[in-house]
C-alpha cells in the first residue's frame, strides 16, 4: 500500500483541529450565561448575572435602549 497522499495529511489534520475547535465551542455554548458588566470610575468592576436583581434591571434597561436606539 502506497503512503497517503500529502494533501490527504494536511486535510486530516485540519479536519481534527476543526472538530476539536466546534467541541469547544458547543461546550463554551453550554455554561455561559448572560451577564452585565459595568465599570465605575477608578477602574473598579462588577460583573451581574441575569438571575440577580440587579441583574435583571440592568438587561432591561438596555433592552430599553436597544429599542430607542433601533426606532
Known sequence: MSPPKPHRILLDRVSSYADEA???????RMTRRPFARVSYPGGRSTAY??????G????????????????
Open 22 to 28: 466546534g467541541a469547544y465551542l458547543r461546550r463554551r
Open 49 to 54: 448575572g441575569a438571575e440577580t436583581e440587579a
Open 56 to 71: 435583571r434591571h440592568l438587561f432591561l434597561a438596555a433592552s430599553e435602549l436597544i429599542d430607542v436606539a433601533c426606532r
